[in-house]
């Protein structure tokens, strides 16, 4: 098998990847949204969780934190969520919409977007972006979700302690450890992306 073979193998491994974990990140999320609805019937709030898309969600989330500041969570869903809804969310859509094809040296991403970029005097139109992609790349960005999902556990968690439920043993870090984690996991990805001009 080629290398460059190998490498669609590996794109294709990491793209499986990244989708379980946001896979994962989301029902996080949606958990912190059932806490955030917990005064609303079960059956109401599963109508409304089956409703929502996932930015909905967030936004519900938010919203509620920043409104009815009430705990020390209320100060990270909102990082939380603007930490998903940054570049990570934009470089999720990107990989999984944007075609993947063979280029001259690597694999390449094809992005379908008309952006005009103003130089000093003519305004210059760009249509479609080719943009190398890795399987290195792609499993950065897979960190940074799973770092996102531990810091919505981290979240979760608390919520678990406020409401009566108390553990031994905690599973996730405390919330400033794990955004701190994401924060980083955000970085590398970002580091990476840059370095092979995915970042815009």
């Known amino acids: 098998m080629a290398i460059h073979e190998h490498e669609l193998d590996k794109i294709k491994h990491a793209l499986g990847d990244m989708c379980i974990a946001w896979a994962h990140l989301e029902e996080a999320c949606f958990v912190i949204l059932f806490y955030t609805m917990s005064s609303v019937e079960l059956s109401a709030y599963e109508l409304i969780r089956n409703e929502l898309d996932f930015r909905g969600a967030l936004q519900v989330c938010k919203g509620h934190a920043v409104a009815n500041h009430w705990e ?8 939380l969520v603007d930490m998903i809804d940054g570049e990570i969310r934009s470089a999720r859509n990107r990989l999984i919409h944007d075609p993947i094809t063979d280029g001259v040296h690597s694999y390449v991403r094809t ?7 103003k130089s000093p ?9 080719y943009t190398d992609v890795s399987s290195e790349e792609i499993y950065a960005l897979t960190r940074s979700i799973r770092a996102l999902e531990r ?8 919520l678990d302690w406020l409401d009566g439920e108390r553990q031994i043993k905690w ?12 924060h980083f996991a ?3 990805y970002t580091q990476i992306a840059k370095s092979r001009g995915s970042a815009r």
């Open 72 to 79: 020390r969570h209320s100060d990270h869903i909102p990082i």
């Open 111 to 117: 992005s379908n977007v008309t952006r005009y970029r």
């Open 121 to 129: 005097h003519k305004l210059h139109v760009e249509i479609g972006t």
């Open 151 to 158: 810091y919505a556990g981290a979240i979760i968690q608390y």
């Open 171 to 182: 599973e996730f870090p405390s919330m400033e450890l794990a955004q701190l984690g994401a």
């Open 186 to 188: 955000i970085t590398e």
